[in-house]
């Protein structure tokens, strides 16, 4: 496998560049970039010592969770997992995120490749008013509007489902993606919708047959941008579950193990270990479109 | 603008330019595409941000329907609450102290990683991007079990290096408590602003550092003259992101501390949902209309930074310091 790469710049990092430098060995920047090598190594394995430090207690017996810096525990004990996933339910969790997540990104790609396609494309009465009002909406704090829709979701009768969760999920102004997909729709050529025209495609057949399939990039970019998000997301399922732990999200379980008369510190690692590696290799796997989505949505 | 005409053309041929009626009926399918993504927004961001004001003015524990209409109020009872503006002024104090540091930090660490000498620059950037997109709550139980006073791994290292006899009480001292917390939190969204500065160094085109070297530039020369005014525009786009964001800490704080000990990491969404939903296992506190009041105050504060922050980055990009915009 290659090493994970990580580059706003994208392929272009990947040649290399042997430039001059090659042919002309220069000394004074071997040794610089090994002294930035030996300052940086001990920081990034300090960074991620956290997450390996969790891995390692999630297999040791409780007793032994605190118990010096080493990582590799002497006995493997895997039946820490078996009763996280079994005992304490985190498979019900597991399927209620995963429920949850794949609702949020449908929901999501959808609304704002919809959005994104008419207020890239189209000059239409309200436009300006509108892209003001979406602009304004990135300020609004989660904290602020929390209570409304938890009120919200009871008028509903939506609360005790998941999919109260979703759509309060989707609901939140998802601004970076709107305008992700308002770019990439505007710098396309005009004459794509003309010749559908003359081939007889209408307004919605000329966006789903021609326009969306070419937005492919961007609709990765977005699918990951919400599957992270709606992993992670805390605050919502929280409230929205407060009277139905049956439906809690794997964040808001682990977190509700605390409060219980759940004091196993090596289930707890466990359990955290289930729920952040789903989103760690999504991210290792496709992070190329996460972190070029994110870089170009700056960049605007 | 013209493009609309790609939506309808009136049967004789006309294009939609007259009357206001007439150009709403032309666009309709616009509408009509828009219809979900509008109505979901209208829910869950515009209803929730009127009713917010409204609540604010009534007396409501939120279990049963009747709302007591009080005026003022829940306003002027905050004016006078100890909580809330003890947990005010930790917000701004947290996201005062974050907010420089993360940004400087990762600036640095940008610079560093964008030269294309660094083979293993992708390598490092992953690794610190890594904690970014992990689950927020979840991170913060690990992290309170590194921090444990208890033989956590913290303290572990501390003893190994015999820095201190006793072990110190990262998240149990609550003079200590909140630089534990930024802290950790830097480490935490240190990659976001990092990848936004690469983001950022790579508009600049090579060849302007190229020409300044054959020109006899240092480094420093270098970066004073061209990555520094050709960054300020992204600076301030990643201020406001960086700011916005280390005000909104809910998860990251709850999971980490629940507010203590003590409060003395109660910050202001921490307020809110304490007043609003009582403290985990205790629900006698429930005034949904006071933390509403509570949550008022608080987007407008935010609105303000916002407000504060757009007019600088109008004043930015009107000046002549943004030629990357004009590439």
């Known amino acids: 496998m290659t090493t994970p790469e990580l580059t706003a710049r994208g392929s272009r990092a990947k040649m290399g560049v042997p430039s001059a430098g090659v042919s002309r060995p220069r000394p004074r920047g071997r040794v610089r970039r090994m002294v930035t090598y030996a300052i940086l190594t001990p920081i990034a394995l300090a960074w991620i010592y956290p997450f390996l430090w969790m891995m390692s207690a999630s297999v040791r017996p409780n007793g032994k969770v605190f118990a010096g810096l080493g990582l590799f525990p002497t006995k493997w004990f895997f039946s820490n997992y078996t009763d996280a996933w079994v005992d304490a339910e985190m498979g019900r969790y597991f399927l209620n995120t995963v429920v949850v997540t794949f609702g949020g990104v449908a929901i999501v790609v959808f609304t704002t490749a919809t959005m994104g396609y008419v207020l890239g494309r189209y000059a239409f009465p309200g436009r300006r008013i509108l892209v003001a009002v979406l602009g304004a909406l990135v300020f609004l704090p989660q904290g602020y509007t929390i209570i409304p829709i938890f009120d919200l979701i009871g008028k509903l009768h939506l609360d005790g489902t998941l999919f109260g969760i979703i759509i309060a999920e989707s609901g939140q102004a998802h601004i970076i993606q709107l305008l992700l997909y308002a770019g990439y729709f505007r710098q396309l050529p005009k004459e794509l919708e003309e010749s559908a025209t003359m081939d007889g495609a209408g307004f919605f057949t000329i966006f789903v047959r021609v326009f969306l399939p070419l937005a492919k990039p961007v609709t990765a970019t977005v699918v990951i941008l919400q599957f992270i998000a709606s992993w992670n997301d805390f605050l919502l399922p929280l409230v929205l579950t407060l009277s139905q732990p049956d439906l809690r999200t794997l964040a808001v379980a682990v977190y509700s193990f605390q409060g219980e008369n759940y004091t196993s510190y090596a289930q707890m690692n466990a359990a955290s270990t289930i729920s952040l590696l789903p989103v760690v290799v999504v991210f290792l796997l496709l992070q190329r479109y996460f972190v070029e989505g994110i870089a170009g949505a700056v960049k605007q | ?327």
């Open chain 2, 1 to 327: 603008m013209a493009s609309i005409s790609a939506v309808r053309r009136e049967p004789t041929g006309q294009e939609p330019h007259g009357s206001l009626r007439r150009r709403i009926w032309a666009a309709r399918p616009c509408y009509l595409l828009m219809l979900p993504g509008l109505v979901l927004i209208v829910m869950f961001s515009f209803y929730p941000l009127v009713m917010s004001w409204y609540y604010a003015f009534f007396d409501w524990s939120g279990f049963e329907q009747a709302k007591h209409f009080v005026g003022w109020q829940n306003f002027r009872e905050l004016m006078g609450d100890e909580y809330f503006w003890k947990a005010f002024g930790r917000s701004a104090w947290f996201a005062g102290v974050a907010t420089p540091v993360e940004l400087l930090l990762s600036l640095v660490v940008a610079i560093v990683l964008n030269d294309r000498s660094l083979r293993l620059a992708p390598l490092f950037r992953t690794l610190f991007f890594v904690p970014v997109v992990t689950t927020t709550a979840i991170v913060s139980i690990v992290m309170s079990m590194v921090f444990s006073a208890f033989n956590g791994p913290a303290n572990e290292v501390l003893r190994a290096f015999h820095l201190t006899e006793r072990p110190v009480g990262f998240l149990t001292d609550p003079h200590l408590v909140m630089w534990t917390a930024i802290g950790i939190f830097v480490w935490k969204w240190f990659g976001q602003p990092m990848i936004y500065w690469l983001a950022g160094l790579q508009t600049i085109p090579s060849e302007l550092y190229e020409a300044a070297q054959v020109d006899g530039a240092g480094w420093w020369r270098r970066s004073v003259s061209i990555t520094a005014p050709l960054l300020t525009p992204f600076a301030v786009i990643i201020t406001l992101i960086v700011l916005v964001g280390n005000m909104q800490v809910f998860a990251f704080m709850q999971a980490l501390t629940h507010g203590g000990p003590y409060f003395s990491t109660e910050v202001m969404e921490l307020y809110i949902y304490r007043t609003a939903f009582g403290a985990q296992g205790q629900v006698s506190a429930q005034r949904l209309g006071y933390a509403s009041a509570a949550g008022v105050l608080f987007g407008l504060l935010l609105i303000v930074l916002a407000v504060a922050q757009i007019t600088a980055v109008r004043r930015l990009r009107r000046g002549p310091g943004t030629p990357a915009e004009s590439r």
